[in-house]
């Protein structure tokens, strides 16, 4: 999408970054400035320099300049949509250091999978803003948890709300890029996120063509359901392994490798506009840990008609493809700038990154 100015930090040191300091390039057009339609999506905001899904985090991602901020939804007990990576949430806030909620704690299988700890389904919303959020991966992003115990669990409206609001402010639009999480684990419950996501979606003038929304599930049944309800586009997210777990509940012995197949890309077109892959489903890793061969989905993609937006480029060499390390402390951040060339020259047409500056400043290299 063509936007109408571009927000870069102005100085390369992670203090810099950390505080925002931005300003904006001149917009396309304008002393030959030319920006291509290529997505950044901000994942969970900027989480690599804030605790993920929090309004500073989602605010940070789009002042960096990112197209879209992303936020995972997912249910309160009484039936408000919040933002949270997982209905689990003892990892991302400091419910367990509330001696209140101590009796809340639950093992529940979470897609087939037992797991314990705290469920934001068995929480009203007046009670999940009590919780303050924390770094969900502080042995990586240490610099990170200065900010523990500073945000609230935000709702989707909140989110909504900060976006309209930066628009304005920033002079570009802001897009959101929801994420509907586990819906039939909620829907069991008897909380299904759809019917939520689609009255916020009216009640904010988003859901008509031309909005700056996209909608994304890992499940594929929800998503056919969407398209009746839904005007903006829906986009697929696949796994390196594993089935939707519409699929394994249902019996459909299909997986996801089945999903980016040609003929499974061609299905995916029937009722959505992209897909959200691993990006190691795009580019491989050999055995040294290296980029190998790109496979054909992208090539697939596009004959099929479907934008690419692969998933999650961080900057931490823990995440990098080995020849983008800078050492072998696995916190220490390596060449992201390199990865992210690297799958450009295979032609996906957007990616989700937790670092929007870096993304930004390279897409601005490559023009």
């Known amino acids: 999408m063509k936007l109408s100015s571009r927000l870069v930090p102005v100085a390369a040191s992670a ?13 396309p057009g304008v002393a030959g400035e030319k920006h291509d339609d290529f997505v950044i999506v901000g ?39 919040v933002t949270r990576h997982e209905p689990e949430i003892s990892g991302t806030t400091d419910v367990a ?99 939520l996501l689609v ?17 994304q599930s890992f499940e594929v049944g929800n998503l056919k359901a969407l398209r009746r309800e839904l005007r903006v586009p829906l986009v697929q997210l696949t796994s390196a392994s594993g089935a939707p777990y519409d699929f394994v509940a249902s019996g459909d012995k299909r997986t996801y490798a089945d999903i980016v197949s040609a003929a499974g890309l061609r299905e995916v077109a029937t009722y959505a506009a992209g897909v959200g892959p691993s990006k190691d489903q795009v580019i491989p890793l050999d055995a040294s840990g290296k980029l190998g061969t790109p496979t054909a989905l992208v090539a697939n993609a596009h004959k099929a008609g479907l934008v690419v937006h692969p998933y999650t480029f961080r900057v931490e060499n823990t995440f990098l493809p080995a020849e983008f390390d800078s050492s072998a402390v696995p916190s220490d951040s390596g060449d992201l700038f390199g990865e992210i060339a690297a799958y450009r020259r295979v032609g996906i047409d957007g990616l989700f990154t937790d670092d929007a500056d870096i993304a930004v400043a390279e897409e601005k290299e490559a023009r």
């Open 15 to 27: 203090l810099a970054v950390a505080a925002a300091v931005v300003v904006p390039t001149a917009a």
């Open 43 to 81: 994942h969970r905001g900027a989480s690599g320099y804030r605790p993920e899904h929090t309004l500073a985090s989602y605010e940070l991602a789009a002042r960096m300049g990112a197209d879209y901020i992303e936020p995972d939804l997912v249910t309160t007990k009484d039936h408000v949509l």
């Open 97 to 195: 250091n509330h001696p209140e909620f101590k009796d809340r704690k639950k093992t529940k299988m979470l897609d087939g999978v037992a797991t314990t700890g705290w469920f934001t389904e068995d929480f009203t919303l007046a009670e999940l803003k009590t919780l303050r959020a924390v770094e969900r991966i502080p042995a990586v992003r240490q610099h990170n948890t200065v900010f523990d115990g500073r945000y609230q669990i935000p709702t989707f409206q909140e989110v909504v709300d900060l976006s309209k609001r930066l628009s304005k402010e920033l002079g570009r639009p802001i897009g959101i890029y929801p994420e509907t999480k586990h819906p039939t684990y909620f829907r069991a419950q008897g909380l299904p996120l759809e019917p």
């Open 199 to 215: 009255r916020a979606l009216n009640r904010n003038g988003l859901n008509r063509p031309g909005a700056k929304v996209f909608v």
